[in-house]
């Protein structure tokens, strides 16, 4: 079956860095793209980054770009996102995903159980 284990958030100071992993197993990892995906605090999922099953383009939303970088080891099974320059608004449950229709990177068939990111000082 199809598990993403999402790992590597916690507590983070304004401006500083966290970098989160998902680990995938139970299908083809190098066949599909992948996103990350967000949750604050009494909001809805919002879309945050997503990358082709090749790794050759990414995408970000807005409020990330510069600052976010979305990557993935075909060979380990693992998506990753390295976040620098946090703000308090990045403070939400992170969930790796994996996307539903290869170029619709906001729509998603499994993800995982998330894990914390608090940006706080």
């Known amino acids: 079956q199809v598990q993403l284990v999402e790992s590597g958030g916690g507590l983070a100071q304004p401006g500083g860095s966290l970098r989160l992993s998902c680990a995938a197993s139970?299908?083809?990892?190098?066949?599909?793209?992948m996103s990350w995906a967000r949750q604050a605090p009494g909001k809805g999922l919002e879309w945050v980054s997503g990358?082709?099953?090749?790794?050759?383009?990414?995408y970000y939303v807005d409020s990330v770009k510069g600052r976010f970088t979305i990557s993935r080891d075909n060979a380990k099974n693992t998506l990753y996102l390295q976040m620098n320059s946090l703000k308090p608004e990045d403070t939400a449950l992170y969930y790796c995903a994996r996307v539903k229709f290869p170029g619709i990177l906001h729509e998603y068939d499994y993800w995982g159980q998330g894990t914390q990111v608090t940006v706080s000082s």
């Open positions: 990358i082709y099953s090749d790794g050759s383009d990414t």
């Open positions: 139970g299908f083809t990892f190098s066949n599909y793209a």
